[in-house]
């Protein structure tokens, strides 16, 4: 199994890398994103930022 679809996204407030999702290789050469999503370092919705491993 491959891990190039393998995503980190990295909380911009506490720097914390919570979440982790599978998405198509295409989009991911096309930009990255930055998604709120919820760190439960921060208890809150904050934007992340997508690290490629
Ligand atoms: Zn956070």
Same mark, same amino acid.
């Given at each position: 199994?491959? &891990?190039?679809?393998?995503?980190?996204? $990295?909380?911009?407030?506490?720097?914390?890398?919570?979440?982790?999702?599978?998405?198509?290789?295409?989009?991911? &050469? &096309? /930009?990255?994103?930055?998604?709120?999503?919820?760190?439960?370092?921060?208890? !809150? /919705?904050?934007? /992340? !930022?997508?690290? $490629? $491993?």
């Amino acid at each position: 199994m491959s &891990q190039d679809n393998l995503i980190i996204l $990295k909380c911009t407030k506490c720097g914390a890398r919570v979440h982790r999702t599978f998405k198509n290789k295409r989009k991911l &050469q &096309q /930009h990255k994103l930055e998604l709120n999503k919820y760190c439960e370092v921060c208890k !809150k /919705h904050t934007p /992340h !930022k997508e690290i $490629k $491993k």
